[in-house]
C-alpha cells in the first residue's frame, strides 16, 4: 500500500459539484478582487473565531509582516520568536527591518518556552511572535503576562493552528494581531496562496487594511506607505465554503491523531503531547525517533510517505548567519529538530491508510 503524505486531489474529488460552481459564479458576476466573497469570508471566519476584526491578505508571511509594520516595528527593533519555525516567521520579521531573536522552546510541546523569553528582551525588544506549532496552542497565558510587563506586542503565528483553542478562546483572538496561513496543506487550505490577519482593535484593523491596499483611503489617494497583499475572490469564495467543514475537518484529524497514539503506544518513539486544557488541531502528526534517516528510508520502503517539519533550526542556516549564532545556541531546539519525524494527517486520509503506517512502524522496531 502506498499511502501519500498529503493528498488534496482527494478533496476536490470529493467536493467538485461545489468547488467548481464556486468558481463558476466568481467568474460570471467579473469581480476579482475586493469584492463580496472577500467581504464575506472576512465576517465568517472573525465570527468563527470570535472576533470582529479580520483582514484578508496574499499569504501569511505578508499577514506576519503588516500585523509587524501595524504595530510600528521600524528598522533596527527587536522581535523575539523560536527557530524551529517555518522560514517565513522568520523573513516577515527581517522584511520588517527588525532583529529576530530566538528562544528556546519547550520540549514537550515543542512551543516558545515563556521562561525563556524574559532574558532575551532587551531595550530594543518591541514584541513576542508566538508560534502555535503544528496545531498545538502556546502557553499563552505566559507569554502575554511578560508581554504586559514590558510593554511588549504579542503577534500570534496561527498558520497552523486553524480553529485550535487555549482554555476555551480560540487561538487568533489571545494577542494584539495574529496571522493566519490558507496554503493549500492547512487545516483550511485555498487553492493557490491566502491568508488572514486578526485584529484585536478597529484602529489596528484599519491600518493592517491601509498598510495591504497601497495606503488608499480613497482610489488613488495614500495616506500612508502601503503596498499590495490583497485576498482575492475566488480563494475567499473557496474558503468561505471549506470554513463550514473545518471542525469536521479537524475532528477527523484528532480521530487519526488518536489512532496513531493508540497504536503507536509503547514504541520507542515520543510521541505528540497536549494539554486536557487546550484543542491541538493536529495540523500535523510529529512523532521523535532515534535513526531519524534509517528510520524514514524503511517507510518510504514500505510505501509510507513521511517530512520533517523543520530539519534545520533557523538559526542555523546560511540566510541567517548575519545573526551570529552557533550550534548549542538553542540546545532543546536543536535536539528536537534533529528527532522530528511528520507522519501523514489529513481529513481525507483512510483508516486502512493510518493502519498501514501504524503495522509498518511496528515492523520497523521489531
Not at 529576530?100 to 525563556?116: G, K, T
Not at 504586559?148 to 503565528?157: A, G, P, R, S, W
Not at 515520543?270 to 500535523?284: D, E, I, M, R
Request: proline share 4%.
Amino acid at each position: 500500500m502506498k499511502v501519500p503524505f498529503g493528498d488534496l486531489s482527494r478533496q476536490y474529488k470529493k467536493y467538485k459539484k461545489e468547488f467548481d460552481a464556486i468558481i463558476t459564479g466568481v467568474f460570471e458576476k467579473g469581480s476579482f478582487i475586493l469584492g463580496e466573497n472577500v467581504a464575506r469570508f472576512e465576517t465568517n471566519f472573525a465570527g468563527y473565531l470570535g472576533s470582529e476584526h479580520a483582514i484578508g491578505v496574499g499569504s501569511a508571511t505578508e499577514a506576519l509582516l503588516l500585523a509587524l509594520k501595524a504595530i510600528g516595528i521600524k528598522n533596527g527593533d527587536e522581535v523575539i520568536t523560536v527557530a524551529n519555525t517555518a522560514v517565513p516567521t522568520v523573513s516577515a520579521i527581517d522584511f520588517a527591518g527588525a532583529r529576530p531573536v530566538f528562544a528556546d522552546i519547550e520540549e514537550s510541546s515543542y512551543n516558545i518556552n515563556p521562561a525563556r523569553i524574559e532574558k532575551k528582551i532587551t531595550l530594543k525588544t518591541k514584541a513576542i511572535i508566538p508560534v502555535h506549532l503544528y496545531g498545538n496552542p502556546c502557553d499563552m497565558d505566559g507569554i502575554i503576562e511578560i508581554a504586559q510587563k514590558y510593554d511588549l506586542k504579542v503577534i500570534e503565528d496561527c498558520a497552523q493552528a486553524h480553529g485550535a483553542e487555549y482554555k476555551g478562546k480560540k487561538v487568533g483572538t489571545l494577542g494584539d494581531l495574529s496571522a493566519f496561513s490558507f496554503y493549500p496543506s492547512k487545516n483550511l487550505g485555498a487553492n493557490g496562496d491566502a491568508g488572514m490577519v486578526i485584529a484585536s482593535s478597529e484602529e489596528l484593523a484599519q491600518k493592517v487594511r491601509l498598510l495591504g491596499n497601497y495606503g488608499f483611503k480613497d482610489r488613488y489617494n495614500s495616506i500612508i506607505r502601503g503596498f499590495n497583499s490583497r485576498l482575492d475572490e475566488i480563494q475567499a469564495a473557496l474558503l468561505d465554503f471549506k470554513l463550514t467543514k473545518l471542525d469536521e475537518w479537524n475532528l477527523r484529524r484528532k480521530q487519526i491523531a488518536g489512532m496513531y497514539s493508540k497504536g503507536l503506544a509503547g514504541l520507542p518513539i515520543t510521541l505528540p503531547s497536549a494539554s486536557p486544557a487546550n484543542n491541538h488541531v493536529f495540523h500535523l502528526f510529529v512523532i521523535r525517533v532515534a535513526q531519524r534517516d534509517k528510520f524514514m528510508q524503511f517507510l518510504s520502503d514500505e510505501g509510507v510517505s513521511t517530512v520533517i517539519h523543520y530539519p534545520i533550526p533557523i538559526h542555523l542556516q546560511p540566510a541567517y548567519k548575519y545573526l551570529s549564532h552557533k550550534k548549542g545556541f538553542l540546545p532543546i531546539t536543536e535536539k528536537v529538530s534533529g528527532e522530528i519525524v511528520s507522519l501523514p494527517i489529513y481529513p481525507d486520509l483512510e483508516d486502512a491508510e493510518v493502519e498501514h503506517v501504524i503495522q509498518t512502524i511496528k515492523k520497523f522496531f521489531s
